[in-house]
Protein backbone atom coordinates (compact mmCIF):
# COMPACT_ATOMS: atom_id res chain seq x y z
CA UNK A 1 0.00 0.00 0.00
CA UNK A 2 2.91 2.67 0.53
CA UNK A 3 4.20 2.25 -3.28
CA UNK A 4 0.55 3.40 -3.91
CA UNK A 5 0.90 6.50 -1.66
CA UNK A 6 1.03 9.95 -4.33
CA UNK A 7 3.51 12.29 -3.80
CA UNK A 8 2.01 14.98 -1.14
CA UNK A 9 1.53 18.21 -3.10
CA UNK A 10 3.83 19.95 -1.31
CA UNK A 11 7.01 18.18 -3.05
CA UNK A 12 5.86 18.59 -6.46
CA UNK A 13 8.63 20.72 -8.53
CA UNK A 14 7.68 22.35 -12.09
CA UNK A 15 10.14 20.99 -14.94
CA UNK A 16 11.01 25.37 -15.82
CA UNK A 17 12.09 27.56 -12.82
CA UNK A 18 9.56 29.03 -11.00
CA UNK A 19 10.52 32.56 -11.40
CA UNK A 20 10.17 31.82 -15.84
CA UNK A 21 6.74 30.79 -14.73
CA UNK A 22 6.17 33.76 -12.70
CA UNK A 23 6.66 36.34 -15.05
CA UNK A 24 4.59 34.34 -18.13
CA UNK A 25 1.35 34.13 -15.71
CA UNK A 26 1.93 37.74 -14.07
CA UNK A 27 1.88 39.06 -17.88
CA UNK A 28 -1.31 37.56 -18.97
CA UNK A 29 -3.01 38.73 -15.73
CA UNK A 30 -1.19 42.32 -16.16
CA UNK A 31 -2.99 42.45 -19.66
CA UNK A 32 -6.38 41.86 -18.10
CA UNK A 33 -6.00 43.85 -14.81
CA UNK A 34 -4.63 46.80 -16.97
CA UNK A 35 -8.04 46.73 -19.08
CA UNK A 36 -10.18 46.96 -16.18
CA UNK A 37 -8.87 50.97 -16.25
CA UNK A 38 -7.09 51.38 -19.52
CA UNK A 39 -10.69 51.94 -21.34
CA UNK A 40 -11.61 55.18 -18.48
CA UNK A 41 -10.53 58.18 -20.40
CA UNK A 42 -11.25 57.13 -23.53
CA UNK A 43 -14.99 56.77 -22.83
CA UNK A 44 -15.51 60.36 -24.70
CA UNK A 45 -14.03 59.30 -27.79
CA UNK A 46 -15.52 55.97 -28.01
CA UNK A 47 -19.01 57.77 -27.39
CA UNK A 48 -17.91 60.08 -30.50
CA UNK A 49 -16.77 57.35 -33.09
CA UNK A 50 -19.64 55.12 -32.11
CA UNK A 51 -22.29 57.71 -32.30
CA UNK A 52 -23.26 56.75 -28.77
CA UNK A 53 -24.13 59.60 -25.61
CA UNK A 54 -21.75 59.85 -22.81
CA UNK A 55 -24.31 57.66 -20.29
CA UNK A 56 -24.16 55.11 -23.08
CA UNK A 57 -20.37 54.50 -23.36
CA UNK A 58 -20.38 53.85 -19.52
CA UNK A 59 -22.01 50.42 -20.64
CA UNK A 60 -18.34 50.00 -22.17
CA UNK A 61 -16.88 49.68 -18.43
CA UNK A 62 -20.26 48.35 -16.50
CA UNK A 63 -20.36 44.87 -19.40
CA UNK A 64 -16.30 43.84 -19.01
CA UNK A 65 -17.02 43.98 -14.80
CA UNK A 66 -20.08 42.44 -15.02
CA UNK A 67 -18.96 39.43 -16.70
CA UNK A 68 -15.63 39.53 -15.07
CA UNK A 69 -17.47 39.84 -11.84
CA UNK A 70 -19.75 36.20 -12.48
CA UNK A 71 -16.45 34.19 -13.44
CA UNK A 72 -14.01 35.34 -10.95
CA UNK A 73 -15.61 33.39 -7.91
CA UNK A 74 -16.32 30.01 -10.33
CA UNK A 75 -12.84 30.14 -11.92
CA UNK A 76 -11.85 27.48 -9.27
CA UNK A 77 -14.54 25.16 -10.29
CA UNK A 78 -14.15 26.05 -13.87
CA UNK A 79 -10.12 25.03 -13.49
CA UNK A 80 -11.03 21.85 -11.47
CA UNK A 81 -13.70 20.69 -14.44
CA UNK A 82 -11.32 21.38 -17.47
CA UNK A 83 -7.69 21.44 -16.13
CA UNK A 84 -5.99 24.57 -14.92
CA UNK A 85 -3.56 24.83 -17.30
CA UNK A 86 -5.98 24.20 -20.24
CA UNK A 87 -9.03 26.86 -18.71
CA UNK A 88 -5.87 29.47 -17.77
CA UNK A 89 -4.60 29.35 -21.70
CA UNK A 90 -8.47 29.10 -23.09
CA UNK A 91 -8.72 32.67 -21.51
CA UNK A 92 -5.70 34.13 -22.54
CA UNK A 93 -7.06 33.53 -26.06
CA UNK A 94 -10.56 34.39 -25.32
CA UNK A 95 -9.43 37.96 -23.71
CA UNK A 96 -7.11 38.14 -27.08
CA UNK A 97 -9.58 37.62 -29.70
CA UNK A 98 -12.27 39.88 -27.89
CA UNK A 99 -9.86 42.47 -27.38
CA UNK A 100 -9.86 42.54 -31.27
CA UNK A 101 -13.29 42.78 -31.55
CA UNK A 102 -13.42 45.74 -29.39
CA UNK A 103 -11.31 47.50 -31.46
CA UNK A 104 -12.83 46.79 -34.50
CA UNK A 105 -16.41 47.48 -33.62
CA UNK A 106 -18.59 49.18 -35.43
CA UNK A 107 -21.58 50.62 -33.05
CA UNK A 108 -21.52 50.31 -29.33
CA UNK A 109 -23.82 47.39 -29.43
CA UNK A 110 -21.16 45.86 -30.68
CA UNK A 111 -18.76 46.77 -28.64
CA UNK A 112 -20.09 46.18 -25.84
CA UNK A 113 -21.01 42.27 -26.39
CA UNK A 114 -17.08 42.03 -26.99
CA UNK A 115 -15.95 43.51 -23.57
CA UNK A 116 -18.79 41.12 -22.22
CA UNK A 117 -16.70 37.92 -23.74
CA UNK A 118 -13.56 40.30 -23.00
CA UNK A 119 -14.49 40.48 -19.08
CA UNK A 120 -15.14 36.46 -19.15
CA UNK A 121 -11.80 35.54 -20.85
CA UNK A 122 -10.25 38.19 -18.20
CA UNK A 123 -12.13 36.54 -15.27
CA UNK A 124 -10.32 33.54 -15.24
CA UNK A 125 -5.86 35.11 -15.93
CA UNK A 126 -6.49 36.65 -12.00
CA UNK A 127 -7.01 33.60 -9.56
CA UNK A 128 -5.06 31.57 -12.74
CA UNK A 129 -2.05 32.98 -12.03
CA UNK A 130 -2.11 33.84 -8.61
CA UNK A 131 -3.19 29.94 -7.89
CA UNK A 132 -0.29 28.52 -10.42
CA UNK A 133 1.66 30.94 -8.61
CA UNK A 134 0.92 29.37 -4.83
CA UNK A 135 1.38 26.20 -6.26
CA UNK A 136 4.40 26.10 -8.53
CA UNK A 137 6.46 27.94 -5.67
CA UNK A 138 7.49 25.90 -2.34
CA UNK A 139 4.91 27.19 0.60
CA UNK A 140 8.37 29.22 2.60
CA UNK A 141 8.73 30.87 -0.27
CA UNK A 142 4.93 31.67 -1.74
CA UNK A 143 4.81 35.27 -0.23
CA UNK A 144 7.68 36.44 -2.71
CA UNK A 145 5.81 34.80 -5.63
CA UNK A 146 2.55 36.78 -4.07
CA UNK A 147 4.63 39.71 -4.26
CA UNK A 148 5.61 39.14 -8.34
CA UNK A 149 1.48 39.14 -8.70
CA UNK A 150 0.59 42.07 -6.61
CA UNK A 151 3.23 43.65 -9.05
CA UNK A 152 0.97 43.46 -11.75
CA UNK A 153 -2.45 43.60 -9.77
CA UNK A 154 -1.35 47.11 -8.04
CA UNK A 155 0.70 48.84 -10.68
CA UNK A 156 -1.79 48.16 -13.67
CA UNK A 157 -4.91 50.08 -12.57
CA UNK A 158 -2.12 52.88 -11.21
CA UNK A 159 -0.74 53.00 -15.03
CA UNK A 160 -3.89 52.37 -17.09
CA UNK A 161 -5.64 55.79 -17.28
CA UNK A 162 -2.39 57.67 -17.82
CA UNK A 163 -1.71 54.89 -20.84
CA UNK A 164 -5.10 54.81 -22.18
CA UNK A 165 -5.02 58.74 -22.29
CA UNK A 166 -2.06 58.38 -24.02
CA UNK A 167 -2.96 56.18 -26.92
CA UNK A 168 -6.11 57.90 -27.15
CA UNK A 169 -4.72 61.44 -27.60
CA UNK A 170 -1.65 60.31 -29.91
CA UNK A 171 -3.39 57.20 -31.88
CA UNK A 172 -7.43 56.39 -31.88
CA UNK A 173 -9.42 54.68 -28.82
CA UNK A 174 -8.76 51.31 -30.70
CA UNK A 175 -5.41 50.71 -30.34
CA UNK A 176 -5.96 50.75 -26.32
CA UNK A 177 -7.71 47.39 -27.20
CA UNK A 178 -5.63 46.41 -30.32
CA UNK A 179 -2.07 46.60 -27.80
CA UNK A 180 -3.54 43.27 -26.31
CA UNK A 181 -2.90 40.99 -29.28
CA UNK A 182 0.95 41.18 -29.08
CA UNK A 183 0.78 40.07 -25.07
CA UNK A 184 -1.70 37.70 -25.47
CA UNK A 185 0.18 36.05 -28.21
CA UNK A 186 3.34 36.18 -26.62
CA UNK A 187 1.32 35.43 -22.95
CA UNK A 188 -0.50 32.11 -24.80
CA UNK A 189 2.82 30.33 -26.87
CA UNK A 190 5.39 30.89 -23.57
CA UNK A 191 2.24 29.81 -21.10
CA UNK A 192 1.63 26.15 -23.34
CA UNK A 193 5.08 25.78 -23.08
CA UNK A 194 6.49 26.47 -19.40
CA UNK A 195 2.73 26.30 -17.20
CA UNK A 196 1.84 22.46 -15.79
CA UNK A 197 -0.35 21.47 -13.42
CA UNK A 198 0.85 19.54 -10.13
CA UNK A 199 -0.31 16.15 -10.22
CA UNK A 200 -3.04 16.43 -7.31
CA UNK A 201 -4.76 18.78 -9.82
CA UNK A 202 -4.75 16.39 -12.50
CA UNK A 203 -5.98 13.77 -10.53
CA UNK A 204 -8.85 16.05 -9.77
CA UNK A 205 -9.12 17.31 -13.60
CA UNK A 206 -13.44 16.19 -14.09
CA UNK A 207 -13.69 13.67 -11.48
CA UNK A 208 -17.10 12.74 -10.57
CA UNK A 209 -17.78 16.62 -11.28
CA UNK A 210 -21.88 17.89 -12.23
CA UNK A 211 -22.82 20.98 -13.13
CA UNK A 212 -24.01 22.96 -10.70
CA UNK A 213 -27.06 24.73 -13.28
CA UNK A 214 -28.54 25.93 -10.29
CA UNK A 215 -25.50 27.89 -8.49
CA UNK A 216 -24.39 29.42 -11.87
CA UNK A 217 -27.96 30.51 -12.41
CA UNK A 218 -28.10 32.67 -9.12
CA UNK A 219 -24.33 33.43 -8.98
CA UNK A 220 -24.96 35.26 -12.73
CA UNK A 221 -27.98 37.25 -11.26
CA UNK A 222 -26.81 37.88 -8.30
CA UNK A 223 -23.41 39.56 -9.21
CA UNK A 224 -24.71 40.77 -12.11
CA UNK A 225 -27.09 42.38 -10.58
CA UNK A 226 -24.87 43.85 -7.80
CA UNK A 227 -22.19 44.94 -9.87
CA UNK A 228 -24.99 47.47 -12.23
CA UNK A 229 -26.45 48.13 -9.04
CA UNK A 230 -22.94 49.70 -8.00
CA UNK A 231 -21.82 50.96 -10.95
CA UNK A 232 -25.24 53.15 -12.01
CA UNK A 233 -26.60 53.61 -7.93
CA UNK A 234 -25.48 57.13 -7.48
CA UNK A 235 -26.04 58.08 -10.89
CA UNK A 236 -29.89 56.94 -10.52
CA UNK A 237 -29.94 58.36 -7.33
CA UNK A 238 -29.85 55.06 -5.79
CA UNK A 239 -33.24 53.60 -3.99
CA UNK A 240 -34.82 57.08 -5.80
CA UNK A 241 -34.93 54.78 -8.95
CA UNK A 242 -36.87 51.86 -9.42
CA UNK A 243 -34.71 50.12 -11.57
CA UNK A 244 -32.00 50.62 -8.93
CA UNK A 245 -34.13 48.99 -5.83
CA UNK A 246 -35.11 46.09 -8.88
CA UNK A 247 -31.52 45.28 -9.04
CA UNK A 248 -30.55 45.78 -4.84
CA UNK A 249 -34.24 42.82 -4.36
CA UNK A 250 -32.41 41.02 -7.04
CA UNK A 251 -28.87 40.82 -5.69
CA UNK A 252 -30.23 39.85 -2.08
CA UNK A 253 -32.53 36.89 -3.08
CA UNK A 254 -30.27 35.41 -5.19
CA UNK A 255 -26.71 35.64 -3.06
CA UNK A 256 -28.26 34.62 -0.13
CA UNK A 257 -30.38 31.80 -2.13
CA UNK A 258 -26.68 30.92 -3.53
CA UNK A 259 -25.21 30.74 -0.23
CA UNK A 260 -27.28 28.41 1.04
CA UNK A 261 -27.66 26.69 -2.39
CA UNK A 262 -23.99 25.72 -2.51
CA UNK A 263 -23.38 24.63 0.64
CA UNK A 264 -25.72 21.96 0.38
CA UNK A 265 -24.79 21.16 -3.02
CA UNK A 266 -22.32 18.32 -3.15
CA UNK A 267 -20.32 19.45 -6.42
CA UNK A 268 -20.81 23.69 -5.71
CA UNK A 269 -19.21 25.85 -8.08
CA UNK A 270 -18.31 28.47 -5.18
CA UNK A 271 -16.76 26.16 -2.07
CA UNK A 272 -18.13 28.26 0.71
CA UNK A 273 -17.67 25.93 3.09
CA UNK A 274 -14.15 26.56 3.28
CA UNK A 275 -15.77 30.22 4.74
CA UNK A 276 -16.16 27.79 8.27
CA UNK A 277 -12.41 28.37 8.09
CA UNK A 278 -11.92 31.72 10.33
CA UNK A 279 -8.95 32.44 8.77
CA UNK A 280 -10.23 32.14 5.35
CA UNK A 281 -13.36 34.32 6.83
CA UNK A 282 -11.06 37.27 7.61
CA UNK A 283 -8.85 37.03 5.22
CA UNK A 284 -11.62 37.69 2.77
CA UNK A 285 -12.47 40.21 4.65
CA UNK A 286 -9.22 42.24 4.62
CA UNK A 287 -9.04 41.54 1.08
CA UNK A 288 -12.26 43.09 0.60
CA UNK A 289 -11.39 46.24 2.78
CA UNK A 290 -8.34 46.89 0.78
CA UNK A 291 -10.44 46.87 -2.10
CA UNK A 292 -12.35 49.06 -0.65
CA UNK A 293 -10.33 51.39 1.05
CA UNK A 294 -7.04 51.58 -1.19
CA UNK A 295 -8.53 51.25 -4.71
CA UNK A 296 -11.45 54.12 -4.20
CA UNK A 297 -8.30 56.38 -2.88
CA UNK A 298 -7.07 55.52 -6.56
CA UNK A 299 -10.17 57.19 -7.67
CA UNK A 300 -10.41 60.14 -4.87
CA UNK A 301 -6.98 61.60 -5.99
CA UNK A 302 -7.03 61.81 -9.80
CA UNK A 303 -10.85 63.11 -9.60
CA UNK A 304 -9.59 65.75 -6.95
CA UNK A 305 -6.84 67.11 -9.30
CA UNK A 306 -9.07 67.43 -11.81
CA UNK A 307 -12.30 68.61 -11.10
CA UNK A 308 -11.03 71.24 -8.25
CA UNK A 309 -7.33 71.50 -9.45
CA UNK A 310 -8.17 71.84 -13.42
CA UNK A 311 -4.56 68.77 -14.22
CA UNK A 312 -5.06 66.75 -17.49
CA UNK A 313 -5.48 63.17 -17.18
CA UNK A 314 -1.92 62.81 -18.39
CA UNK A 315 -0.76 64.87 -15.33
CA UNK A 316 -3.46 63.83 -12.66
CA UNK A 317 -1.96 60.33 -13.86
CA UNK A 318 1.17 61.39 -13.55
CA UNK A 319 0.99 62.10 -10.27
CA UNK A 320 -0.18 58.18 -9.40
CA UNK A 321 3.36 57.67 -11.18
CA UNK A 322 5.73 57.73 -8.54
CA UNK A 323 3.40 55.44 -6.31
CA UNK A 324 3.78 52.48 -8.71
CA UNK A 325 7.54 52.81 -8.80
CA UNK A 326 7.28 52.58 -4.77
CA UNK A 327 4.99 49.47 -5.19
CA UNK A 328 7.74 47.98 -7.11
CA UNK A 329 10.19 48.49 -4.94
CA UNK A 330 8.10 47.72 -2.36
CA UNK A 331 7.00 44.44 -3.15
CA UNK A 332 9.72 41.98 -3.24
CA UNK A 333 10.96 43.38 0.15
CA UNK A 334 7.65 42.57 2.05
CA UNK A 335 7.69 38.95 0.01
CA UNK A 336 11.19 38.46 1.81
CA UNK A 337 9.95 39.54 5.28
CA UNK A 338 6.57 37.04 4.88
CA UNK A 339 9.87 34.37 5.35
CA UNK A 340 11.31 35.66 8.89
CA UNK A 341 7.73 36.90 10.29
CA UNK A 342 4.33 35.71 10.67
CA UNK A 343 1.83 37.70 8.30
CA UNK A 344 -0.69 38.77 10.73
CA UNK A 345 2.38 41.00 12.46
CA UNK A 346 3.02 42.90 8.70
CA UNK A 347 -0.67 43.07 7.88
CA UNK A 348 -1.37 45.06 11.52
CA UNK A 349 1.57 47.62 10.26
CA UNK A 350 -0.04 47.93 7.26
CA UNK A 351 -3.28 48.51 8.31
CA UNK A 352 -2.29 50.77 10.98
CA UNK A 353 0.18 52.82 8.39
CA UNK A 354 -3.01 52.97 6.00
CA UNK A 355 -4.56 54.84 8.57
CA UNK A 356 -2.23 57.06 9.56
CA UNK A 357 -1.98 57.51 5.84
CA UNK A 358 -5.86 58.60 5.02
CA UNK A 359 -5.48 61.17 8.60
CA UNK A 360 -2.80 62.69 7.05
CA UNK A 361 -4.08 63.36 3.57
CA UNK A 362 -7.46 65.22 5.75
CA UNK A 363 -5.21 67.67 7.31
CA UNK A 364 -2.76 67.93 3.90
CA UNK A 365 -5.57 68.48 1.51
CA UNK A 366 -6.69 71.95 0.24
CA UNK A 367 -7.04 73.90 -2.97
CA UNK A 368 -3.39 75.05 -3.20
CA UNK A 369 -1.72 71.88 -3.01
CA UNK A 370 1.29 71.39 -5.53
CA UNK A 371 2.17 68.91 -7.98
CA UNK A 372 4.85 68.36 -5.52
CA UNK A 373 2.31 67.40 -2.57
CA UNK A 374 -0.13 65.67 -4.29
CA UNK A 375 2.48 63.08 -5.51
CA UNK A 376 3.94 62.84 -1.64
CA UNK A 377 -0.08 62.31 -0.55
CA UNK A 378 -0.06 59.34 -2.99
CA UNK A 379 3.17 58.15 -2.11
CA UNK A 380 2.15 58.11 1.62
CA UNK A 381 -1.17 56.38 0.74
CA UNK A 382 0.54 53.49 -1.21
CA UNK A 383 3.15 52.84 1.20
CA UNK A 384 1.06 50.30 3.19
CA UNK A 385 -0.33 48.63 0.15
CA UNK A 386 3.01 45.68 0.08
CA UNK A 387 2.32 45.31 3.93
CA UNK A 388 -1.19 44.18 2.88
CA UNK A 389 -1.46 42.80 -0.43
CA UNK A 390 1.12 39.98 -0.07
CA UNK A 391 0.38 38.54 3.44
CA UNK A 392 -3.49 38.41 3.01
CA UNK A 393 -3.22 36.62 0.07
CA UNK A 394 -0.39 33.99 2.15
CA UNK A 395 -2.57 34.45 4.77
CA UNK A 396 -6.23 33.33 2.84
CA UNK A 397 -4.10 29.76 2.02
CA UNK A 398 -3.44 29.07 5.92
CA UNK A 399 -4.88 25.72 6.62
CA UNK A 400 -6.57 25.42 3.14
CA UNK A 401 -5.71 22.11 1.51
CA UNK A 402 -3.28 22.63 -1.72
CA UNK A 403 -6.33 21.22 -3.86
CA UNK A 404 -8.42 23.85 -2.82
CA UNK A 405 -5.89 26.39 -3.99
CA UNK A 406 -7.83 27.20 -7.31
CA UNK A 407 -10.87 27.87 -5.14
CA UNK A 408 -8.90 29.90 -2.60
CA UNK A 409 -7.61 32.08 -6.06
CA UNK A 410 -11.44 32.91 -6.93
CA UNK A 411 -12.64 33.86 -4.12
CA UNK A 412 -9.97 36.30 -2.50
CA UNK A 413 -9.76 37.78 -6.37
CA UNK A 414 -13.33 37.94 -6.42
CA UNK A 415 -13.49 39.82 -2.97
CA UNK A 416 -11.05 42.57 -4.01
CA UNK A 417 -12.99 43.06 -7.40
CA UNK A 418 -16.21 43.41 -5.57
CA UNK A 419 -14.27 45.79 -2.43
CA UNK A 420 -13.31 47.67 -5.34
CA UNK A 421 -16.43 48.52 -6.97
CA UNK A 422 -17.93 48.62 -3.61
CA UNK A 423 -15.40 51.52 -2.83
CA UNK A 424 -15.89 53.53 -5.76
CA UNK A 425 -19.30 53.54 -5.36
CA UNK A 426 -19.31 54.57 -1.52
CA UNK A 427 -17.09 57.53 -2.15
CA UNK A 428 -18.74 58.80 -5.14
CA UNK A 429 -22.17 58.73 -2.94
CA UNK A 430 -20.38 60.22 0.03
CA UNK A 431 -18.11 62.68 -1.86
CA UNK A 432 -22.13 63.92 -3.07
CA UNK A 433 -23.76 63.51 0.33
CA UNK A 434 -20.91 65.93 2.19
CA UNK A 435 -20.82 68.39 -0.28
CA UNK A 436 -24.13 69.17 -0.31
CA UNK A 437 -24.09 69.11 3.32
CA UNK A 438 -21.06 71.72 3.66
CA UNK A 439 -22.78 73.75 0.72
CA UNK A 440 -25.76 74.59 2.86
CA UNK A 441 -23.33 75.01 5.89
CA UNK A 442 -21.31 77.68 4.09
CA UNK A 443 -24.74 78.93 2.42
CA UNK A 444 -26.30 79.71 5.88
CA UNK A 445 -23.33 81.85 7.36
CA UNK A 446 -22.77 83.82 3.76
CA UNK A 447 -25.40 85.93 4.24
CA UNK A 448 -26.08 89.20 2.26
CA UNK A 449 -26.57 91.58 5.78
CA UNK A 450 -22.68 89.38 6.68
CA UNK A 451 -20.78 92.66 6.85
CA UNK A 452 -17.40 90.44 5.65
CA UNK A 453 -19.46 89.22 2.82
CA UNK A 454 -20.57 92.99 1.36
CA UNK A 455 -17.12 93.77 1.86
CA UNK A 456 -15.55 91.61 -0.09
CA UNK A 457 -18.22 91.82 -2.77
CA UNK A 458 -17.09 95.28 -3.57
CA UNK A 459 -13.79 94.68 -2.98
CA UNK A 460 -14.50 91.59 -6.29
CA UNK A 461 -16.68 93.74 -7.98
CA UNK A 462 -14.32 96.88 -8.05
CA UNK A 463 -11.52 94.27 -9.41
CA UNK A 464 -14.03 93.52 -12.07
CA UNK A 465 -15.02 97.03 -13.26
CA UNK A 466 -11.13 98.11 -13.30
CA UNK A 467 -10.74 94.62 -15.47
CA UNK A 468 -13.38 96.08 -18.01
CA UNK A 469 -17.08 94.89 -16.99
CA UNK A 470 -19.55 97.32 -16.29
CA UNK A 471 -20.52 98.01 -12.91
CA UNK A 472 -24.13 97.33 -13.23
CA UNK A 473 -22.76 93.88 -14.27
CA UNK A 474 -19.81 93.72 -11.90
CA UNK A 475 -22.03 92.87 -8.79
CA UNK A 476 -23.65 90.02 -10.28
CA UNK A 477 -20.29 88.50 -11.61
CA UNK A 478 -18.78 89.25 -8.37
CA UNK A 479 -21.42 86.74 -5.92
CA UNK A 480 -21.06 84.44 -8.90
CA UNK A 481 -17.49 83.68 -8.25
CA UNK A 482 -18.14 83.55 -4.90
CA UNK A 483 -19.99 80.93 -5.21
CA UNK A 484 -18.35 79.34 -7.60
CA UNK A 485 -15.15 79.57 -4.13
CA UNK A 486 -17.93 78.15 -1.89
CA UNK A 487 -18.98 75.15 -4.51
CA UNK A 488 -14.88 74.66 -4.55
CA UNK A 489 -14.13 74.83 -0.83
CA UNK A 490 -17.60 72.50 0.26
CA UNK A 491 -16.22 70.05 -2.36
CA UNK A 492 -12.94 69.46 -1.25
CA UNK A 493 -14.38 69.40 2.63
CA UNK A 494 -16.26 66.65 1.33
CA UNK A 495 -12.83 65.14 0.24
CA UNK A 496 -11.72 65.58 3.12
CA UNK A 497 -14.70 64.08 5.11
CA UNK A 498 -14.86 60.50 3.01
CA UNK A 499 -10.66 60.28 3.54
CA UNK A 500 -11.42 59.87 7.45
CA UNK A 501 -13.73 57.71 6.44
CA UNK A 502 -11.09 55.70 4.97
CA UNK A 503 -8.79 56.10 7.54
CA UNK A 504 -11.44 55.14 10.44
CA UNK A 505 -12.30 51.66 7.88
CA UNK A 506 -8.13 51.30 8.16
CA UNK A 507 -7.85 51.55 11.99
CA UNK A 508 -11.17 49.36 12.59
CA UNK A 509 -9.25 46.29 10.54
CA UNK A 510 -5.72 46.84 12.33
CA UNK A 511 -7.81 45.82 15.30
CA UNK A 512 -9.03 42.68 13.62
CA UNK A 513 -5.97 41.60 12.57
CA UNK A 514 -5.29 40.23 16.31
CA UNK A 515 -7.82 37.49 16.11
CA UNK A 516 -6.32 36.02 12.53
CA UNK A 517 -4.63 32.79 13.39
CA UNK A 518 -0.63 33.20 12.94
CA UNK A 519 1.20 31.17 10.55
CA UNK A 520 5.16 29.69 10.86
CA UNK A 521 6.65 31.41 7.87
CA UNK A 522 9.46 28.89 7.54
CA UNK A 523 6.42 26.47 6.74
CA UNK A 524 4.52 28.99 4.41
CA UNK A 525 1.06 27.64 4.66
CA UNK A 526 1.30 25.77 7.89
CA UNK A 527 -0.97 27.64 10.57
CA UNK A 528 -0.02 27.47 14.47
CA UNK A 529 -2.31 27.57 16.97
CA UNK A 530 -4.79 30.00 16.85
CA UNK A 531 -3.86 33.42 18.84
Known amino acids: ????????????????????????????????????????????????????????????????????????????????????????????????????????????????LFRVLQGAGGGGLQPGAQSILADTFPPEKRGMAFAVYGITVVVAPTIGPTLGGWITDNYTWRWIFYINLPVGVLATFTAMRVVEDPPF??????????????????????????????????????FGSRFITTLVVIAAVC???LVIWEWRHRDPVIDVRMFKSFNFATAN?????????????????????????????????LVLSASAVLVLIEMPIVGQLTTKMPAKYIVAFGWISMAVAMYYTTSHLDLLIAFRSAVWLRVVQSFALGFLFVPINLTSYVGIP??????????????????????????????????????????????????????????????LVHSGISAADAQTHAYGLIYQQMQAQAQTLAYIDTYMVLAVGAGIMFVLTYIVRKNDPKAGGAAEAAL
Open 255 to 257: LIW
Open 285 to 317: LMMFTLGLIYFSSLVLMPQYLQTLMGYTATSAG
Open 201 to 238: LRRIRGANIHVDYMGILLLSLGVGALQVLLDKGQEDDW
Open 402 to 463: AEKSNSVAGIINFMRNIGSSVGTSMVTTILARREQFHQNVLAYHTTPSDPALQNYVAGVSRQ
Open 1 to 112: MADQVETPPERWRPSFNPWLVAVVVATAAFMEVLDTSIANVALPHIAGGLGASNDESTWVLTSYLVSNAVVLPISGWLSSLFGRKRFFIFCIIVFTISSMACGAATSLGMLI
